[in-house]
């Protein structure tokens, strides 16, 4: 993890209520997709907790929904620095898939998803992606896949269709996968799968880095904090009661 | 004897800041950060005789002065705490650690407190009863200057290390605790924990922490945990470490001439986990700019 502080270089709209964040950042710490950063907010004492989309030698792109105050005041900034704690949590663990793998996201928890396509295609794993969306108008990402090696798959609640019922409809339920999404999304989707999964969640997080045991969740046989352990933990160690 | 040093009953410190419970977690957590031995000391996460899962998220709430935590003293019992995680500690920290103790009964409390005394990192046992997030424990004691008291004499028969109490300031007459406490044989005392609070969401009109209620820290309590040591300091002999809201190197010297001996930093350091090396710069520059040559000249000038 290491503390920057960063000019941000594009800020915009993808969505409603979404938006797409690029600031200059060396991603030294970034090892893994699905890590994410925490973003100062000033007036605000928590840093928030933004999903990384993508990254370069020196720029990350965060995708987010405005939920709050804190991500409203970050939608409207369009110059300038913020400060960042960079490389938190774990991130998925590509080098546990051999050869399929699928990404399966729900809303703005498909937010992670692009570069992990992006980094499963450069390992040579054959990527399928399935992701929900409230409504065809909040679909992210098309035109940046469409341009990719994978087969992606959108479904809608409001066509009648959620990602777990899709994931049945396609016969996916043997690809080993990723996921996030909310928690009854991440159950349904295990529920359904008969697969090894790695599934990312989601918690009200405290410092971001481990100290203050605010996210911790209890797991099969021991507690883990969402933002240090986590936020990606293999299916097998999730008792869903505990969560939900 | 460096200009910051302090003594804590017979334990040298570099300095007088200490990283507060359950926001320092055993240490570990700040390596990216800096060299953790550049800190006065730390108090490790509350530790029980058993394991505990704590509370349900979610367990963190903000407000415009700090935060407000219903953790619920999560941790992983002693023996893992001893057997584990004081072995990797004491490949990266060389100074002693603040172990705080926490219980549901006088005898957990004292079989928790020998299992730790006993171990060569511990420098003070922190007798802890003041956690406002359990049912039962924690605060109970700490309520009640008879308990305290007797909770106190109990746990200072089981150790040999000095024995802090860190106190709650929902305690109706926390001067007379702490005297009784003192009476006990506490070798010293922690004023004080968080205050208890709570946050409802404004949308639902329900609550944000899932306890309901929770500990309030963070800079919005400066004021009134400075007051609760400037009024216990003329009652008790032994040293008080003043913990609660402290952010900066001014609110450190605050403290100090309030009668506090050291400082507990908490919830500064959750938001900047760079606040105690630039807490001790401050220090090291008051201390320059204002020609005092040892920093424990400052305390309890407020009363002189």
Known sequence: ?244 | MGTLTVNLSGLELSNPVIAASGTYGYGMEYLDFYDVNCIGSFSIKGTTLHPRTGNRQPRIAEYDGGLLNAVGLENPGVEHVVQEIFPRLQKVYRGKVLANVSGFSMEEYCACAQRLDEQDIVGIIELNISCPNVHGGGMAFGMDAACAAELTAAVRRCVKKPLYVKCTPQCPDLVDLCRRVEDAGADGLVLVNTFLGMRLDRHTGKPLLANVTGGVSGSGIFPQALYRVYQVYPHVHIPIIGCGGVSCGSDVIEMLSAGASAVEIGTQNLLDPMCVPKVLRELEDYCREEHIQHITDLIGRAHQ
């Open chain 1, 1 to 244: 993890m290491e503390l920057h502080t960063c000019a941000i270089l594009d800020n915009h709209p993808v969505a409603p209520e979404t938006y797409q964040l690029t600031v200059h950042c060396a991603a030294a710490s970034q090892t893994r997709c699905g890590q994410f950063a925490d973003i100062a907010i000033p007036g605000k004492k928590l840093r928030r907790p933004l999903s990384i989309t993508d990254w370069t030698d020196n720029t990350l792109t965060f995708t987010y929904r405005v939920v709050g105050e804190g991500t409203d005041w970050l939608s409207r900034q369009h110059q300038g620095e913020l400060e960042l704690l960079t490389g938190c949590g774990n991130g998925f663990d590509l080098t546990a898939f051999s050869r399929d793998i699928l990404l399966m996201g729900g809303g703005i928890g498909c937010a992670p998803l692009l570069g992990t396509a992006r980094q499963a295609l450069a390992q040579g794993l054959a990527v399928k992606l399935l992701l929900g969306f409230g409504n065809p108008e909040q679909a992210l990402f098309q035109k940046e896949l469409s341009g990719l090696d994978v087969e992606a798959v959108y479904c809608y609640d409001s066509l009648g269709e959620n990602v777990a019922q899709a994931l049945v409809r396609l016969g996916w339920q043997d690809l080993p996968f990723c996921a996030c999404g909310p928690l009854p999304m991440l159950r349904a989707v295990c529920q359904a799968s008969q697969a090894p999964g790695q599934v990312s969640l989601e918690a009200r997080m405290g410092c971001g880095f481990g100290a203050c045991m605010g996210c911790s969740v209890q797991l099969k046989e021991r507690m883990a904090r969402v933002c240090k352990d986590g936020p990606v933990f293999h299916r097998k160690e999730i008792v869903w009661e505990h969560l939900l």
